[in-house]
């Protein structure tokens, strides 16, 4: 029945996109250096020119603090943090965190906008489903190449449908989700990344990134790091 039904649909909904150019893909990203301090990720201030820094590359010294992020910790079982992959203040060493934002523009924002309100309804919820799963296939493309110039892309599973299980090393975190719940921490990714100016994505009263079409995350390289709650 999906390949009958539902493959003609979603393959004319794909010509209709690229033709018109609907999706505008985007991305914006950077390698910062930071350190764990208890519960918190410390992000200093990288050299004025940088680029990503294999696993185990030394950052200078004496780098200012820029930011803080602040993660929580699990009561029970693993009591595990996000703060807990990174190498800590006390180790000496210095470690490396990263930072993306992806969106495919506004125009697909709009177009699915003017369908609702036109009463085209199935139209409408095939293209935002289409649009929302770019955005989130332009994250995992992308997340694929942050681990390459990290240098630990030769872990990943030769398979794509294992990626999808994170059989890859490290984890890409979203804040929203259990392991980073705190959407207001978005502003400090703003921060880092300067999404608005680089590709246009802004943050709304609630933390939310717009065009919805959009996602962020910060991404870890060590070898423990995966997805669980808090």
């Not at 296939?137 to 240098?151: I, S």
């Amino acid at each position: 029945m999906v390949e009958e039904k539902f493959r003609p649909i979603l393959r004319k909904l794909e010509d209709e996109v690229f033709e018109s150019g609907l999706f505008a893909p985007a991305v914006v990203y950077g390698y910062f250096p930071a350190q764990s301090d208890g519960n918190d990720v410390v992000v200093y201030e990288p050299p004025k020119t940088h680029a990503a820094r294999p696993c185990g590359t030394r950052w200078e010294d004496g780098l200012p603090e820029l930011l803080r992020f602040t993660f929580p910790r699990q009561r029970e079982g693993r009591r595990l943090s996000i703060a807990d992959f990174f190498a800590p203040k006390s180790s000496g060493k210095m470690d490396v965190l990263g930072a993306s934002l992806v969106t495919i523009g506004p125009a697909a924002s709009i177009e699915t906008q003017r369908l609702f309100e036109g009463g085209e309804y199935t139209k409408y919820l095939y293209l935002h489903g289409l649009s929302v799963e770019t955005a989130e296939a332009l994250a995992e493309f992308h997340h694929k190449k942050m681990r390459e110039e990290l240098g630990i892309g030769g872990e990943d599973a030769p398979e794509i449908r294992d990626l999808f299980h994170q059989k890859y090393r490290g984890s890409r975190y979203s804040f929203g989700y259990p392991a980073c719940p705190s959407l207001e921490d978005q502003t400090k990714l703003f921060k880092l990344l300067k999404p608005e100016e680089n590709v246009g994505v802004r943050l709304t009263s609630g933390f939310l990134l717009e065009p919805e079409q959009s996602t962020s995350a910060i991404v870890v390289h060590h070898p423990a790091a995966k997805y669980f709650v808090v």
